[in-house]
């Protein structure tokens, strides 16, 4: 089998059982094999033969491909080269999220129902989940986008919406409360999910339903309200990143810009 140095491996920055895989430009080729995790990714550039158990494709550029624990599957290019994004995401963790989503009890995980979908929504969502996985290092953000993500798969949307309707505002409430008082703090979505007493899904879901963001995007969004106060007071961008949680100056620059158009440095100009 042929090795190439364009064929990148790490592990999620903000979640430990999701491992990245990225190919650029590669002419590494798989023998059938299998995995122990849920395995999906994206095409993104070139065409592949895509084999799972019984059952042969050809995969596009934006095509989205799913492969389930233990499936034996390859999946090669035509040409000399292709590029390609996966994620490989640990099979109890995806079990207790399906579990949310149905809102019952199981004891074992639900597979995939389709090997590889062309819908080009999915590419989209892909790239938006991906992009946090490996640029933030808050467990809350990469957990929010992967649960939304999955939800596409094994979610059932509008059973799981009648229930967040019957649930008491109270609860998220308690939860922007603790975001707000320790906001410099990057709490799991776990921990926010057990003090509302829903589960991490349902949490997404009526945040989003009282407030109009996630828990994360919220505790984002009120770090850049208090950043801006910071900096007109005369605070360094490197004092107010580290008084805010931000992960480092380049995650704290980065969502700042992404708010209000300009950069820290820019902004404090106007007023310093």
């Avoid at 639900?110 to 989940?129: H, I, P, V």
């Avoid at 290092?137 to 596409?152: D, F, G, H, K, S």
């Avoid at 589960?199 to 505790?219: M, T």
Wanted: hydrophobic share 35%.
């Amino acid at each position: 089998m042929k090795q190439d140095s364009s064929v990148y491996l790490s592990t999620c920055k903000g979640l430990p059982f999701v491992e990245v895989r990225t190919a650029l430009n590669s002419s590494v080729c798989y023998h059938t094999h299998s995995h122990d995790e849920f395995s999906f990714g994206v095409i993104d550039n070139g065409t592949a033969k895509y084999k799972n158990r019984k059952s042969t494709h050809r995969v596009y550029r934006t095509d989205t491909v799913t492969i389930n624990p233990g499936d034996v599957h390859s999946c090669n290019p035509d040409s000399s080269e292709w590029s390609y994004r996966m994620l490989f995401v640990d099979t109890a963790w995806i079990g207790s999220a399906q579990a949310e989503l149905c809102e019952k009890h199981i004891t074992d995980y639900q597979g995939f129902l389709q090997d590889y979908e062309s819908e080009k929504a999915l590419f989209t969502r892909f790239n938006a989940l991906y992009n946090v996985l490996i640029q933030d290092v808050n467990p809350l953000a990469a957990e929010t986008y992967l649960l939304q993500y999955i939800q596409r798969w094994f979610g059932q949307e509008d059973q799981a919406a009648a229930t967040c309707q019957k649930i008491a505002s109270s609860c998220v409430h308690r939860v922007r409360e603790k975001l707000f008082d320790q906001l410099a703090t990057n709490h799991s979505l776990h921990d926010l999910a057990m003090d509302a007493g829903l589960s991490r899904y349902h949490l997404i879901r009526k945040f989003k339903e009282v407030y109009g963001l996630s828990p994360h995007a919220l505790q984002i969004d009120e770090r850049i309200k208090r950043a801006k106060k910071l900096l007109k007071q005369g605070e360094t961008i490197a004092d107010a990143s580290a008084q805010l949680g931000f992960a480092d100056q380049a995650h704290f620059q980065r969502n700042f810009k992404k708010r209000l158009a300009i950069t820290p440095k820019q902004y404090q100009s106007f007023f310093i």
